[in-house]
């Protein structure tokens, strides 16, 4: 088929098969859904995935059904059982591989539009297709950046996961996001909490200070799935390779962007949509369904303060504590807010090379660590075991490989990074 992108160039290339459709968006010919400068972003996860032909989101599917089972729970936990995707209009925003969207068009929705700009991701997304033998709908892929999507209607279902971070053009993009979800529909989300993705900063700030100068990309990848294997083989569940995990997180420049607090989000949507449900699932809701009218429906307020009370939540996958005083866990979540501030200052000191700021800011991220370790400790001894090793390791005048393997307990330390969000748009009675 005649691809041609976003810029108006185009080539011969092989997005197509026998099953799909891959359409471009016509820029500026189109309904406009959201004004501002939104068609000007450059950068981000995209220039990176291109620079380097990656779509490092590959998911391990030779157990199919497991596959769609795990598609189906977190489905189901957000609200969306298999009869809610079938018949209706949904569209998925940055599905990376596809793999994902595979359930979705196995519940056979009316229509399926797929938005991912990417030439890996849509090679990708052709070859999941091609080898998915259960009854599907056909999606329609389009193979543009969702700044310049411009469909004519809007949708039942809008899914995008694992993409979109805090910065103020992204929130343009949620915004963007919410005005596509037609009345009565949904939209899911992924949030980051800082609590949750703690863990990972500091990975990431360790996997620079282990790479030496000069490294070519290839030998860069080789030497953090080794420092990191120790750390990953923990994740009993780990659908990734170790490989797209490095390539994804630690080398992606972007990645301590993708921060986004729920707050973040909320904030974004404003009153437009209303939470659902989560997964994990922090909220309850004990109210008598008859006194949810009007403004005491506040779904979004009643998870907020859920989310507050259980920040402390997000740091360690694998235990949960009862919930906490807001108060005492908004203390916490400054620490965790400053402790990403500063990791982003570190990362630009790092990037220009200026070993002063470099000095400083390695200073002010060990006093954050000392901080973060006195409150974990106080919520259970693991936890501040695993900040102290950190703190060692951190600390040292410079740090190594087998440093990074030998990290016993922090090793084993992830986040509960990734916090799935449905959130619907009343009819509007
Ligand atoms: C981390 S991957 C997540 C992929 C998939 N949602 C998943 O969870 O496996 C981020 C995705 O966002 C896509 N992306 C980046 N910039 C985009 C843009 N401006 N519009 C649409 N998708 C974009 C990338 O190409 C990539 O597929």
């Known amino acids: 088929m005649r691809y041609t992108d976003v810029r108006g160039r ?17 820029v500026g010919t189109e309904e406009t ?4 400068d939104v068609g000007t972003i450059v950068g981000g996860h995209l220039e990176y995935y291109t620079a380097h032909g990656l779509a490092p989101v590959a998911y391990r599917t030779d157990d199919l059904r497991a596959h769609l089972e795990r598609r189906d729970s977190l489905y189901r936990s957000l609200g969306l059982p298999p009869a809610a995707f079938k018949g209706v209009r949904v569209l998925e925003v940055a599905p990376g591989t596809g793999q994902n969207s595979l359930y979705v068009a196995h519940c056979r929705p009316a229509s399926l539009d797929l ?21 599907h709908t056909i999606p329609a892929v389009h193979a543009v950046r969702l700044e310049e999507f411009a469909p004519k209607s809007t949708f039942d279902i809008v899914l995008c996961e694992n993409w979109l971070g805090g910065l103020p053009r992204e929130m343009m993009l949620i915004k963007k996001l919410t005005s596509l979800v037609a009345p009565g529909g949904v939209l899911v989300l992924t949030v980051v909490p800082l609590s949750g993705f703690f863990a990972n900063v500091m990975r990431k700030l360790l996997a620079h200070r282990i790479l030496p100068p000069d490294l070519d990309f290839e030998a860069q990848t080789e030497l953090l799935v080794q420092a990191f294997a120790p750390h990953l083989a923990t994740l009993a569940d780990m659908t990734r390779s170790h490989r797209d995990w490095v390539h994804d997180c630690l080398l992606n420049p972007h990645y301590l962007n993708v921060a986004l607090p729920l707050e973040a989000v909320l ?3 404003g009153g437009e949509l209303e939470a659902l449900a989560t997964l994990p699932r922090f909220g309850s809701e004990w109210r008598w369904f008859k006194a949810m009218t ?4 506040s779904f979004n307020e009643g998870l907020g303060a859920a989310y507050r009370r259980n920040i402390h939540n997000f740091v360690d996958y694998r235990h949960v504590w009862p919930e906490r005083a807001t108060d005492a866990n908004a203390e916490l979540d400054r620490a965790f807010h400053a402790i990403h501030a500063a990791a ?25 660590l000392e901080e973060i370790a006195a409150h974990l400790a106080a919520l259970d001894g693991r936890l501040g075991t695993a900040v102290t ?8 005048p410079s740090v190594t490989v087998p440093m990074i393997r030998k990290m016993d307990h922090f090793g084993a330390l992830f986040g509960r990074e990734t916090v799935y ?9």
């Open 10 to 26: 185009s080539d011969e290339r092989n997005y197509d098969s026998a099953h799909l459709s891959v359409t471009m968006a016509s």
């Open 33 to 36: 859904i959201v004004t501002g």
């Open 115 to 135: 938005v991912e700009p990417n030439p890996a991701g849509l090679s990708a997304i052709a070859a999941a297709y091609d080898a998915f033998l259960l009854p």
């Open 267 to 269: 904030g974004a949507v």
């Open 294 to 297: 009007g403004a005491r429906r």
């Open 344 to 368: 982003l200052a570190w990362q630009t000191a790092w990037r220009n090379g200026d070993r002063a700021a470099i000095a400083s800011r390695t200073g002010e991220i060990g006093g954050h």
């Open 389 to 396: 090793e950190l703190i060692d390791v951190w600390t040292a």
């Open 421 to 429: 969000l449905s959130m619907t748009r009343p009819l509007g009675l």
